[in-house]
């Protein structure tokens, strides 16, 4: 496999762990975070579970991306590529931060679900804001990510 198909490929891998993640913090906001939800008997295991599965597979692969800077395969990329693919381990490595802060959260929902914890409102906002700041983060990172695609010529012979 060339270097253009395996760069592809890692980056087609980052975003269906992007599209994973959209479906657990969508259903969070819609599950958990509306008036209406207030009502509702809600399922704080399954979302602690869900978040802390995406959070161990995006740093798995954050490390898989990381240990490919210092190959061959990273040696034998275009400039463009090499520059692609610099950014999108940026990306995973803001991913991963915004993946595990979803998974600390909810981990802190669950167990103030379950009277494990006591945890201040005030406590439980500032974990929110730190999430929302790495959700613009990883945001920020992605359009970045997107105007280098559109650079990309995978057809480049490195």
Excluded: W
């Excluded at 490929?9 to 509306?34: C, M, N, P």
């Excluded at 395969?73 to 803001?94: H, N, R, T």
């Excluded at 595990?100 to 981990?107: C, I, P, R, V, Y």
């Excluded at 974990?127 to 959700?135: H, I, L, S, T, V």
């Amino acid at each position: 496999m060339d270097s253009s198909s395996t760069l592809r490929g890692i980056a087609v891998e980052v975003h269906d762990l992007l599209t994973e993640y959209i479906k657990i913090s969508d259903r969070r906001l819609k599950e958990f975070g509306t008036f209406l939800s207030i009502f509702k008997k809600k399922d704080y295991k399954r979302l602690n579970e869900e978040a802390t599965i995406i959070y161990l597979k995006t740093r798995v692969k954050q490390n898989e991306i990381n240990g490919l800077k210092d190959s061959r395969f990273f040696e034998g990329l275009s400039q463009d590529q090499k520059e692609f693919f610099v950014k999108l381990a940026q990306y995973i490595e803001a991913l991963t931060k915004t993946t595990f802060l979803l998974s600390e959260t909810a981990g802190l929902e669950y167990k103030r679900s379950q009277n494990m914890i006591n945890i201040s409102l005030n406590e439980f906002m500032n974990k929110q804001k730190e999430y929302k700041e790495a959700q613009i983060n990883c945001q920020n990172i992605g359009v970045q990510l997107q105007r280098l695609v559109a650079q990309l010529d995978y057809d480049d012979a490195p």
